[in-house]
């Protein structure tokens, strides 16, 4: 089955607990992705991927790392968490090109930083 | 760039009502647009995009959204709505001018629909 699966669903934590969230799809999509969703914000990028070793910055970067050593593969690092990024985490992932080339989307991943 | 306003944060309705979720958006390139929906503790699900051609498309579970050029509008009815719609629904854009896949979201409509 074709999917994007995100580990670990969910996750409490203490400020400054080095964590990872892995996102992994099985579709050979070359661009993958990392949202944060909070409330009356909607999603908004955090980090995204073109291919293996090239990443980018989106619209909220601070604080995050990734890193995209395998196609399959776009882990998204905490390296000194805080309160500020509790939130609900989105993996996503697509083919690139021209045209259209639907987004697919992890089950999310709810972490809280105490 | 390009910006996405949802006109609504919340929007409650009594069942078998219709339903209109607005949403405008801002883009200096021509953009594909879509309709997401959250059930409570799910993840996203494509509800209906606009890619090209006729502006009002069809999506699942009854929505259709009308997308309007002129308005930059791209809003989401249902002429009968049930309980289980009830779900925050994100309306979104890409741009079809580069390669990446980068969405922009919407803040978000909260749809209650009471029984």
């Known amino acids: 089955e074709a999917q994007v699966t995100q580990n670990p669903r969910y996750l409490i934590t203490v400020t400054g607990k080095k964590l990872t969230v892995t996102c992994s799809q099985n579709?050979?999509?070359?661009?993958m992705s990392w949202y944060r969703q909070d409330p009356g914000l909607g999603l908004r990028q955090i980090y995204y991927?073109?291919?293996?070793?090239?990443?980018d910055k989106g619209d909220v970067p601070e604080g995050y790392k990734v890193s995209r050593k395998e196609k399959r593969n776009f882990p998204l690092i905490l390296e000194s968490p805080s309160p500020n990024q509790t939130s609900l985490y989105f993996c996503a992932s697509s083919f690139l090109g021209q045209g259209y080339n639907e987004q697919f989307f992890g089950p999310g991943t709810r972490l809280t930083v105490l | 760039a390009q910006s996405v306003t949802q006109l609504d944060s919340q929007v409650p309705v009594f069942e078998e009502a219709p339903v209109e979720l607005r949403c405008n958006y801002s883009s200096s390139v021509s953009v594909y647009l879509f309709w997401y929906v959250q059930y409570p503790n799910q993840g996203l699900q494509l509800l209906l995009k606009y890619l090209s051609g006729s502006t009002l498309v069809k999506g699942i579970n009854g929505f259709e959204a009308e997308f309007n050029k002129s308005q930059t509008s791209f809003h989401l009815r249902k002429p009968s709505v049930h309980i289980s719609d009830t779900a925050e629904y994100f309306c979104?854009?890409?741009?079809?001018?580069?390669?990446?896949?980068?969405?922009?979201f919407g803040e978000g409509t909260q749809l209650t629909v009471n029984p």
């Open positions: 979104a854009v890409r741009s079809k001018e580069t390669s990446g896949s980068r969405l922009t």
């Open positions: 991927s073109m291919n293996v070793e090239v990443t």
């Open positions: 579709m050979n999509h070359e661009y």
